[in-house]
């Protein structure tokens, strides 16, 4: 097992560290205080390959792997947390599933646009009474009228709902068949009886919208459904486990972000006549989150690994290096917020969007307890929590030298 990384990697990320330190941070806090949803940027990064890392050339892809992904998404979250979710949308759950589950003709059509960011994805799952328990909730449906299907129903915490072009909805095909009686659908955010209205949230701002999702009769040609009628669960069950490893990569990011912050207000801060870094208990926090994000970072490097050689999901390793990380940057951004006294709640420190974004990553993607769940459920011999393993149709993976 070999740890390092590689010069091209190294490359990979000083590019990333570049753009960010011209592109993105000295216009952060602009828009946040503006509410500015930065869609520029998404086709800066699109540009650069940064989206496409995993996707073959063959549909605008850059090729560049699972591990580089990590690295890029890691960087992205450092700099802005909520540029982490472009990762999510345009560069995983949305032209991932499409890649994988969709036709030729909707691979064609929407996954070079995502990864390109010049289409902004979104990935319609959740309801208002169907978080964790999805499909007990779900009471969307999309009935088969002649060519096309008409949806009916609402979702609810849609991320960037309300910039998006593009996304995914899941919606029941047929309410008496459980897990089979749901299907993934692409829906066009103009389409007559769709409206996204942004959830008020002083947490998030606009700059990272979330959104809650009208569907009155939102007619969507056949050719819109993604694999088979039926296939949806099993669709936003795969899509998850990729976007896990994205949201891993987000929380090491952010823990790294409030571990850099942290470290250096410890030795500018002074307390009884010394930096408060002095201190032996701030040095434990120090020491304490470095190791943990560290821990973390293997994990999801580990899972990016695992993702590029075995040409399959990994949803045990998908949930755990979820899991960990998320409870990691939590952690971090809890001890920065000690760290900073009273000034962690002003607005000339990133501390509290720190803890609000780590706070809200244990919740996204399945929450924290669902992930205890299903890795004790595991390891009890309850329930396996690869059930869903899925072959990637298109290896995702670059070639290595075995
Ligand atoms: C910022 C943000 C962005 C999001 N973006 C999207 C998106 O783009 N698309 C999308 O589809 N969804 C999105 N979500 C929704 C997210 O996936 C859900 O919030 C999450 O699945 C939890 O659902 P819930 O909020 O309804 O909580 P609930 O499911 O109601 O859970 C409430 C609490 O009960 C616990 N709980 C529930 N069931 C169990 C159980 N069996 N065992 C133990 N504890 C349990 C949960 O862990 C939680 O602590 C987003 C959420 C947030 C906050």
Known sequence: MDFRLSSDNYAIRETVQQFLDKEVRPYVRGWEQG???????????????????????????????????????????????????????????????????????????????????TKIGFFGLTEPDGGTDVLGGMTSTAILEG?????????????????????????????????????????????????????????LGESWPTSAIFLDNVTVPIDHLVGAEGQGFQIAMNALDYGRLVVGARCVGI??????????????????????????????????????????????????????????????LSSQAKYYAAEVAYRAAERAFEIFGGYAVTDDYPIARHLNTAALLRTGEGSANLQRVLIAEDILGYRSSDRYRVEQKFPLWRAHDE
């Open 147 to 203: 060519d096309h299907y008409v949806l009916r129903g609402a979702k609810q915490f849609i991320t960037l709902g309300t910039v998006a072009d593009v996304g995914l909805i899941f919606c029941k095909t047929d309410r008496e068949r459980g897990h089979d009686g749901v299907s993934a659908f692409l829906v066009e955010t103009d389409r007559p009886g769709f409206t996204a209205s942004l959830i008020a949230t002083r947490v």
């Open 35 to 117: 509410n500015i949803f930065p869609k520029e940027i998404y086709r800066k990064m699109g540009a650069m390959g940064l989206l496409g890392s995993t996707f073959p050339e063959k549909y605008g892809g850059s090729e560049l792997g699972f591990l580089n992904l990590t690295l890029i998404v890691e960087e992205v979250s450092r700099a802005h947390e909520a540029l982490g979710s472009a990762f999510n949308m345009n560069s995983m759950t949305c032209p991932y599933t499409v890649l994988n589950w969709g036709s030729e003709d909707q691979r064609k059509t929407y996954v070079p646009e995502w990864i390109a960011g």
């Open 255 to 316: 823990g790294q972000a409030a571990l850099d912050e942290m470290t250096q207000y410890s030795q500018e801060r002074h307390a009884f006549g010394q930096p408060i870094g002095k201190f032996q208990q701030i040095q434990a926090h120090i020491a304490n989150t470095a190791v943990e994000i560290e821990a973390a970072r293997l994990m999801i490097y580990r899972l990016a690994m695992t993702l590029e050689r075995s040409g399959t999901s990994q949803p045990r």
